[in-house]
């Protein structure tokens, strides 16, 4: 019984310390600098640059944007491997101008390449199962005519198996050619939302613990990466328990590669993303010795409580826990072209209240940063 009520004692002192500071204005909170105050989105296409440089200038450096995540996968004429360019990819002389304003602007560019996961979406197959159909983790699954969720092969997203002769040199020349067309020593891995991953009929990697093949893969992207002097950055989903954070299988892994988390280095950059309520995960990833940014997309709330959590972590931390805590990346998930229209058009109307989400979220999320700073 003393202990129980020993627990509960605990319990109370820490939930109303916890909804104490979480009711303070945020005029409480030490003025200090994100180290990472970052913006991702999908690279523009050939057409789309120019409208994407001017964009930089008049909406990211205005903002004190020093971070841009640009998700590239196949979006580039890539000279090392042009089968699996895809139409209205960007040249090189593209990416050169998006290098240009982002150096002048003191912006560092972290280019993306989805790997492991996200190797097809909806009803598509990406670029590199399609040339190369024998690194599929599911083979035997056929891509749908008309994509519906849920479904009977529990197909999200298709898989690369990371056991695929052959696959890797493919893979780090793309990263080595991408990360040296923009000139940063840089790359975001991606590997969320892998639901295929060490399926039992896959002769190179069924039966095997899933958090091992995980821990693997993201070992050799991370040995080659380090090999090159670069640092790799990776989502974070995929290291948290689904089940015991009730997080489920979209922010977090219900396919237990949570634990391979404890089987790689942790010279990683993990972004932590949350989109509909500000889980404090980012806490999990430091006391990992991680360095860490919160990644907010659509809900304005959310995005500005991950602010001022990113502040508070800093803040009350010891300095060994406070250098983890590197800032806030905005995330965007639609096409530049989508996103930029939406952009200007809620700047005509600022005072509207049906200005899109994501939108709403960009702006309120460095609104909040700026009050720290």
């Known amino acids: 019984m003393k202990k129980i009520s020993f627990y509960l004692g605990l319990m109370l002192l820490f939930t109303s310390g916890y909804y104490t500071a979480r009711c303070q204005s945020t005029t409480a909170i030490q ?43 196949y979006d580039y004429q890539y ?52 040339v190369y159909p ?38 780090f020349s793309l990263i080595d050619e991408l990360c040296d067309v923009f000139e940063t020593n840089a790359f975001h ?31 050799r992207i991370d040995d080659h990466l380090r090999s090159e002097g670069r640092e790799m950055w990776m989502w974070g989903d995929r290291f948290l328990d689904g089940k015991t954070t009730g ?5 977090a892994s219900m396919n237990n590669t949570y634990r391979a988390i404890d089987m790689v ?4 950059v993990i972004c932590d993303w949350h989109y509909d309520s500000p889980a404090q995960t980012a806490v999990y990833f430091a006391m990992k010795g991680f360095h ?3 990644c907010p997309f659509r809900d304005s709330q959310s995005g ?23 800032g806030i990346v905005q995330t965007v998930w639609s096409k530049p072209a989508v996103f930029l229209k939406q952009y200007y058009e809620a700047q005509k109307s600022s005072l509207s209240p049906n200005k899109p989400s994501v939108v709403n979220c960009f702006e309120q999320v460095f609104d909040a940063i700026h009050q720290f700073q």
């Not at 139409?87 to 002389?93: H, T």
């Not at 095997?208 to 993201?218: N, Q, Y």
């Not at 500005?304 to 590197?326: A, G, H, I, L, T």
Request: aromatic content about 8%; overall charge negative; glycine content about 6%.
């Open 79 to 130: 000279k090392s491997h042009p089968e699996l360019v895809d139409s209205g990819a960007m040249s090189e002389r593209d990416a050169k101008e998006i290098v240009e304003v982002c150096k002048k602007n003191g912006i560092r560019i972290i280019p993306e390449i989805d790997l492991l996961g996200h190797q097809s979406w909806a009803g598509h197959i990406g670029k590199l199962l399609e």
């Open 134 to 171: 024998q690194f599929d983790e599911t083979p035997w699954i056929s891509m749908p005519e008309k994509y519906v969720w849920p479904n009977p092969d529990n197909l999200y997203c298709k898989s690369y198996c990371p056991e695929s002769p052959g696959l890797h040199e493919i893979v």
């Open 304 to 326: 500005v409580d991950q602010v001022e959590d990113m502040y508070k972590f800093r803040q009350r931390s010891n300095q060994v826990m406070r250098d983890r805590y590197d």
């Open 265 to 268: 280095p942790n010279d990683i």
């Open 247 to 251: 997080l489920g299988e979209w922010e």
């Open 31 to 73: 003025k200090d600098t994100l180290p990472i105050r970052g913006f991702s989105i999908p690279a523009p296409m050939h057409s789309e640059v120019d409208s994407f440089v001017t964009f930089i200038r008049e909406a990211l450096v205005p903002r004190h944007v020093n971070t841009l995540i640009l998700l590239v996968d």
């Open 292 to 294: 860490v940014v919160s």
């Open 189 to 219: 891995a991606g590997m969320d939302e892998v639901f295929y991953i060490a399926m039992p009929k896959n002769p190179l990697d069924g039966g095997m613990d899933p958090s091992r093949v995980f821990a693997d893969e993201v070992r």
